[in-house]
């Protein structure tokens, strides 16, 4: 990484928040004079909080957001200084002026007088390392259910009552029908949508700009979601939010 930069000469490195694997890579550049830079990504940067005064420069949504992150309560947080924080807005949410809700239904073939409910799927491979993800929650074999719950009998109740990926999607897929909406289920090519996960259309995340999610987000009525940093797009574009928890 290093050689690299120095090779290229490069002057500024941008990183999507601060993290702790950044400080080594911070510390490598820094004797050739590079500048280090940070974005703020949604929520993300919160786990992190502890160390945005390392960075050159830090540039957050806006003074609200800075606050949050220094008063969110984490252990290994010191008083911060905030000598290189900055402000930037949220330049994601430009794109929305270039699109239109209107072609966007043409082009998914949602017919103009229904309401979407927009479905983002689960992401169990992304959580596969985790034991409720990936043996309670998304597994469908109830033997290794139970093996799951032999090592973590808090999760019984959770087999027993049907408390599984597959049953919230069911109850989604139903308040569909109850209201005649269309079921627009948006998925990650890095994490495949189960097979039991069908909507009235299946789309996945192919386009940085316009960002798809914003475009689904331009002709939906609702969002389900679990636990997805789309909640800081839902806000902005005033589509409520549902994080399932």
């Given at each position: 990484?290093?050689?690299t930069?120095?090779e290229?000469k490069?002057?500024?490195?941008i990183?999507?928040n601060f993290?702790?694997?950044?400080?080594?890579?911070?510390?490598?550049?820094?004797?050739?004079?590079?500048?280090?830079?940070?974005?703020?990504?949604?929520?993300?940067?919160l786990?992190?909080?502890?160390?945005i005064?390392?960075p050159?420069?830090?540039?957050?949504f806006?003074?609200v957001?800075?606050?949050?992150?220094?008063t969110f309560d984490?252990p290994?947080?010191?008083?911060?200084?905030?000598?290189?924080?900055?402000?930037?807005g949220?330049?994601?949410?430009d794109?929305i002026?270039v699109?239109?809700?209107?072609?966007?239904?043409l082009?998914l073939?949602?017919?103009?007088?229904k309401p979407?409910?927009l479905?983002l799927?689960?992401?169990?491979?992304m959580?596969?390392k985790?034991l409720y993800?990936?043996y309670?929650?998304t597994?469908?074999n109830?033997?290794?259910?139970?093996?799951a719950?032999?090592?973590?009998?808090?999760?019984?109740?959770?087999?027993?009552?049907g408390y599984?990926?597959?049953?919230?999607?069911?109850?989604?897929?139903?308040?569909?029908e109850?209201?005649?909406?269309?079921?627009?289920?948006?998925?990650?090519?890095?994490?495949p949508?189960?097979?039991?996960i069908?909507?009235?259309?299946?789309?996945?995340?192919?386009?940085?700009?316009?960002?798809d999610?914003l475009?689904?987000?331009?002709?939906a009525?609702?969002?389900?979601?679990?636990w997805s940093?789309?909640v800081?797009?839902?806000?902005?574009?005033?589509?409520p939010?549902i994080?399932?928890?």
């Amino acid at each position: 990484f290093a050689t690299t930069v120095r090779e290229m000469k490069i002057d500024i490195v941008i990183s999507i928040n601060f993290y702790h694997w950044h400080i080594r890579f911070q510390e490598l550049v820094k004797p050739f004079g590079v500048k280090w830079v940070s974005i703020q990504y949604a929520l993300d940067m919160l786990p992190a909080s502890h160390l945005i005064d390392i960075p050159d420069r830090y540039f957050f949504f806006s003074e609200v957001w800075y606050e949050l992150t220094r008063t969110f309560d984490h252990p290994k947080k010191t008083q911060l200084i905030g000598d290189g924080v900055r402000f930037c807005g949220f330049p994601e949410l430009d794109q929305i002026t270039v699109i239109d809700p209107a072609q966007v239904r043409l082009e998914l073939g949602i017919p103009e007088d229904k309401p979407v409910v927009l479905y983002l799927s689960f992401q169990y491979l992304m959580q596969e390392k985790q034991l409720y993800s990936r043996y309670i929650f998304t597994e469908n074999n109830p033997v290794m259910k139970l093996l799951a719950c032999m090592r973590y009998p808090k999760y019984f109740n959770h087999v027993i009552h049907g408390y599984n990926n597959e049953n919230v999607f069911k109850a989604i897929k139903k308040f569909c029908e109850r209201n005649d909406a269309y079921l627009l289920i948006n998925g990650r090519q890095k994490s495949p949508i189960p097979p039991y996960i069908k909507g009235d259309k299946t789309v996945t995340d192919v386009s940085f700009y316009p960002a798809d999610i914003l475009k689904y987000l331009s002709v939906a009525d609702v969002c389900f979601n679990y636990w997805s940093n789309v909640v800081t797009e839902c806000i902005p574009m005033n589509v409520p939010n549902i994080c399932i928890s």
